[in-house]
């Protein structure tokens, strides 16, 4: 393949990829909560899912000094 159509491809193909993550931000931007209540929630449950991972972990990891 020649380089310049190499090049042509390369930008080509480096256009599409800006495209989608314009479109993925956007898409990510649209799904934030903006209600201090979802921050709230989510919060809460990031709280209960640590507390179930340390209450789950072996004894026997525990009674290591």
Same mark, same amino acid.
């Given at each position: 393949?020649?380089?310049? &159509?190499?090049?042509? +491809?390369?930008?080509?193909?480096?256009?599409?990829? #800006?495209?989608?993550?314009?479109?993925?931000?956007?898409?990510?931007?649209?799904?934030?909560?903006?209600?201090?209540?979802?921050?709230? &929630? #989510?919060?809460?449950?990031?709280?209960?899912?640590?507390? +179930?991972? +340390?209450?789950?972990?072996?004894?026997?990891?525990?009674?290591?000094?």
């Amino acid at each position: 393949m020649r380089p310049e &159509t190499h090049l042509a +491809l390369h930008h080509v193909r480096a256009a599409e990829l #800006r495209s989608e993550a314009d479109a993925y931000r956007l898409a990510a931007a649209a799904r934030r909560p903006r209600h201090p209540r979802h921050l709230r &929630t #989510r919060l809460g449950w990031a709280l209960v899912e640590v507390g +179930l991972r +340390l209450a789950a972990t072996p004894k026997a990891a525990a009674a290591i000094p």
